[in-house]
């Protein structure tokens, strides 16, 4: 009996998600959509550049466009995911086997993570080519391609900050359309908040609060609303979606 | 074993359960019959941690089922099979039941071939008919070979001839000692594969009995070669009888010994002597009619 108290280990969860991702078309789909999105707007944003190409414009063209492109999209994608075990039933089939609700959404929300690093990999890699293709085709030589580098830690930090939200999102929502309101249309909007004189927007503004955070010199009032911010983003969809996790699944 | 210990569940307005008390024993199968919204479902789901009771406990081989960290092996049930996630494939479902119970991966093709799914496990559960998806649920069920079976309407849109094998399967799971706790609306059914009734009404159990003991009457078929005069012979000793086609008289107030001496000392030849059997679906209408009218 005793052996049925210890749960079931975090890996095997998450590769058994390996399966369950390669299922769920609306994901697949969603990775897809990013990808092709992504690779579309590196054609459009490199065929574009002219005069005398530098490796510093290139790094500034990718991290503008394409990265921007590319990193939108995972917050719909996050969503899906995390949405789709109560939408198509596959939560009650998991968890009559692996009842700890808790460890279950997280070794799911980790192994969605790692499908978008996954992805996010593929597309840098896609898109260093595709950029070498188009900056070759145009005249400009293969040399200034190597600007791309530059941006992908940003792009990696981005992706999987937008997957992670979204995610969040759709876990507490259980809803798609509700979450990419929330994604899309409030998040934007919220930084423009005041109440009265004061400046509310700042307390709320997560995309301030990750570029702040990733300043070397951060510190008083911003620090305490970047982290605010972050708190609000992170912390309040994960603590209803915990929440909600103690309902019953019928 | 399986135990519900005065579990009460509501659902806003809706009182779903209320202080049910059931034991489920090993090499028992269980039936649990009532009409829609008596919590048949309800109290299954609570055995897999699906649904969290707001008063009682359920005990799973001797600890609260809350405590449990994984299940598989330990109890399995098949629920709504409509409810099955529709993009993924036959094979998919099954895989990811096994790996997570930790069973061998040689077991899926088993599990799928005794359900007769092995030439579909490829295909997308949406493309499935209904009665595949009761079959690929109970597949579910199985793959793990639990020490508890839950099967919740199991039957529904399947064929005869997977009915009566799903009958098969339950009878030698209990056989090899493990509990089964299933749920019909088909009455004849339940009769022939549960040891024990229980019948649910309005969230209570109302009614729990062995099959035998709920299914007995004290009326008895007996079939002789001569019935008019046991007939006079009975009707002397003041026995209620009614003259049924093909020789037969039905004896109330009787046992089978009863009779067969009567029909002896008359120097009959007893052709056939029985006790008669209720059909569970007039006991059921009893007893939900006794519950309804408390």
Request: net charge positive; charged share 15%.
């Amino acid at each position: 009996m005793n052996d049925w108290y210890r749960p079931i280990p975090f890996g095997r969860l998450i590769l058994v998600h390996r399966q369950i991702w390669r299922a769920q078309r609306g994901v697949l789909a969603g990775c897809l959509l990013a990808l092709v999105a992504g690779l579309l707007s590196v054609a459009a944003g490199m065929a574009t550049l002219s005069g005398t190409v530098t490796t510093a414009m290139v790094g500034a063209r990718f991290a503008a466009f394409p990265v921007l492109t590319f990193t939108l999209l995972w917050t719909a994608v996050g969503a899906i995911a995390a949405a789709s075990p109560f939408k198509s039933g596959w939560a009650a089939v998991v968890l009559t086997v692996a009842p700890r609700r808790g460890r279950w959404l997280a070794a799911c929300m980790a192994s969605f993570l790692l499908l978008t690093v996954a992805v996010t990999a593929l597309f840098a890699v896609s898109a260093a080519v595709l950029t070498a293709a188009v900056l070759a085709a145009r005249g400009h030589g293969l040399a200034p391609a190597a600007g791309i580098a530059r941006p992908m830690g940003v792009l990696l930090v981005m992706s999987v900050v937008e997957a992670g939200i979204g995610f969040l999102l759709g876990a507490a929502t259980r809803s798609v359309p509700a979450s990419i309101i929330i994604g899309y249309v409030v998040a934007p909007v919220l930084p423009m908040a005041r109440f009265g004189s004061a400046d509310l927007g700042r307390w709320l503004d997560l995309n301030g609060a990750l570029t702040a955070l990733s300043s070397a010199h951060v510190g008083g009032l911003t620090l305490l609303s970047a982290v605010t911010a972050v708190a609000l983003w992170a912390g309040v969809p994960t603590l209803v979606a915990w929440s909600r996790l103690r309902s019953s699944l019928t | 074993m399986l135990v519900f210990e005065h579990v009460s569940k509501r659902f806003g307005a809706t009182e779903a359960l209320r202080g049910v008390s059931l034991r489920v024993e090993p090499g028992v199968v269980v039936g649990l019959v009532g009409h829609n919204g008596a919590g048949k479902s309800t109290l299954m789901r609570m055995a897999v941690g699906l649904v969290r009771p707001d008063a009682g406990r359920v005990v799973l081989g001797g600890e609260p089922v809350e405590r449990l960290g994984r299940l598989g092996g330990l109890v399995a049930a098949s629920f709504d099979a409509s409810a099955l996630p529709a993009h993924w494939s036959a094979i998919t479902a099954v895989r990811v039941t096994a790996d997570l119970s930790g069973v061998p991966a040689g077991r899926v093709a088993t599990v799928l071939d005794l359900v007769g799914l092995a030439d579909a496990a490829g295909k997308r559960i949406g493309q499935f008919s209904m009665g595949m998806r009761q079959r690929l649920a109970i597949a579910l069920a199985l793959v793990a070979e639990p020490r508890v079976l839950i099967l919740d309407e199991p039957t529904n849109a399947l064929d005869p001839v997977i009915s009566h094998d799903l009958r098969g399967w339950v009878a030698e799971h209990a056989a090899r000692g493990n509990c089964v706790l299933i749920s019909s609306h088909n009455l004849p059914e339940v009769e022939q594969v549960a040891d024990r009734i229980v019948v649910m009404h309005k969230g209570e159990v109302v009614r729990s009995a062995a099959t035998t003991e709920l299914l007995v009457s004290d009326t008895v078929l007996v079939r002789v070669d001569r019935p008019e005069m046991l007939r006079r012979r009975l009707d002397q000793l003041g026995r209620p009888v009614e003259s049924l086609p093909g020789e037969t008289l039905r004896v109330g107030g009787a046992s089978t010994d009863e009779i067969g001496e009567i029909a002896f000392g008359s120097g009959l030849v007893v052709r056939e002597l029985v006790e008669e059997r209720r059909r569970l679906s007039d006991v059921y209408q009893m007893i939900t009619a006794e519950g309804t009218n408390r």
